[in-house]
């Protein structure tokens, strides 16, 4: 049955409608969820709110334990779902690139569409500066090409590399996300947040 | 107290995650993808680019290329969904009473100096999140839901970068 776009089940155009609520949705729970606030976001890094720990990782463990059940019912064909492709080197440039962003500017793509639609103009500034950035990067691709497509290793995932069945590995991460979810709390309950 | 019931609209952390997965898991069902921002910042960058200088996007390689692949960059499913969490994050925002425009800013700095540090972490955040192939939304999050490597070294990467360097930049924020 899913995923309906490749297996034609809605057109191209209801697609990106369907991208528009979806967008509705995920702009919704962020901004719900406090994560229009880079008070909130970097608290993460200090240890006085863990929000973004908590939001994130029950997240990315309840779409890994649905799309699980959701195959395992026949509702969804997986092979049929875009896996992000696995170029080491700029996987790991851009990541380091992406943190000292997030500490600097209290934001990432995502949530400071959130703040700027609720009138955060450090947001609209952060924004701007991501314009900036990605055009640094169009304009000095030639320069940048070769790390860019260095070390490309395909399209693993993590149960391949490890050889273990995909429920396994749900597992190990909901092991992992525990702890680091009692970890937080205990942080946060340590760390008075700054007023402002 | 004042800041106490502020607070208390935000909705639990772990319900927000729950709700956070379903539209995930919503994305790959219906569109086969997972969730992004960055990839529309991209479409509009080049689509600016070409307005404002076509014989530039015509002579350089990244940009025809890109072309190429995607003839109508505005008409793309980042670009509908990053409309969609504007429209959203305005929503939310509006029921719980936190529309205002401000720069948020811990009182230890001058505003200015958070905007220029917002404008900083924000070409950094652009740079990288074309390097990196994604975002936290479109790399580290969705990524992470699919088991993907190069999505789960992005996100330790940039979490790891980011508690490395919070020394740093710790008269900011706290």
Not at chain 1, 24 to 38: A, K, P, R, T
Request: with cysteine; glycine share 12%.
């Amino acid at each position: 049955m899913g995923p309906l776009i490749v297996n034609d089940i809605i057109s191209p155009d209801t697609n990106l409608l369907m991208a528009f609520i979806i967008g509705i949705g995920f702009g919704w729970v962020l901004e719900s969820s406090g994560f229009s606030s880079s008070k909130k976001l970097a608290g993460l890094f200090y240890g006085y709110d863990t929000v973004v720990l908590k939001v994130f990782f029950t997240a990315g463990l309840t779409a890994m334990i649905g799309l699980l059940f959701m195959s395992l019912f026949g509702w969804i064909d997986l092979d049929l779902v875009y896996i992000n492709p696995t170029y080491l080197t700029s996987a790991v440039v851009g990541g380091l690139i992406m943190g000292l962003g997030f500490i600097m500017g209290g934001f990432c793509p995502g949530t400071s569409m959130c703040a700027a639609a609720i009138g955060k103009i450090d947001a609209m500034v952060f924004i701007g500066g991501l314009f900036l950035g990605v055009l640094i990067f169009t304009e000095g691709y030639p320069l940048i090409e070769k790390m860019y497509m260095a070390n490309f290793k395909g399209y693993p995932r993590l149960s391949e590399v490890f050889n273990i069945s995909d429920g396994l590995m749900a597992l190990l991460f909901i092991v992992m996300a525990l702890a680091a979810f009692w970890l937080a709390e205990r942080f946060e309950k340590k760390t008075p947040a700054p007023e402002y | 107290m004042t800041k106490k019931d502020k607070s208390k609209k935000y909705i639990n952390p772990y319900l927000g995650g729950v709700l956070l997965g379903l539209v995930l898991i919503a994305a790959n069902f219906i569109s086969g993808r997972g969730l992004g921002a960055s990839g529309a910042v991209k479409s509009s960058v080049v689509t600016v680019v070409d307005a404002v200088a076509p014989s530039h996007v015509e002579s350089s390689d990244f940009y025809s290329s890109y072309k190429e692949t995607h003839p109508t960059p505005m008409k793309s499913w980042l670009v509908f969904e990053v409309l969609g969490m504007i429209v959203g994050g305005f929503i939310s925002g509006t029921i719980a009473g936190r529309l205002k425009l401000k720069v948020e800013h811990n009182p230890r700095i001058t505003s200015r100096r958070r905007l220029l540090f917002a404008l900083g972490g924000g070409i950094l955040f652009g740079l990288g999140s074309q390097i990196g192939r994604g975002c936290t939304s479109g790399s580290a999050l969705s990524g992470m839901a699919i088991f993907s490597v190069g999505g789960i070294v992005t996100m330790m990467a940039i979490f790891a970068t980011a508690f490395a360097f919070a020394r740093l930049f710790r008269k900011n924020w706290v």
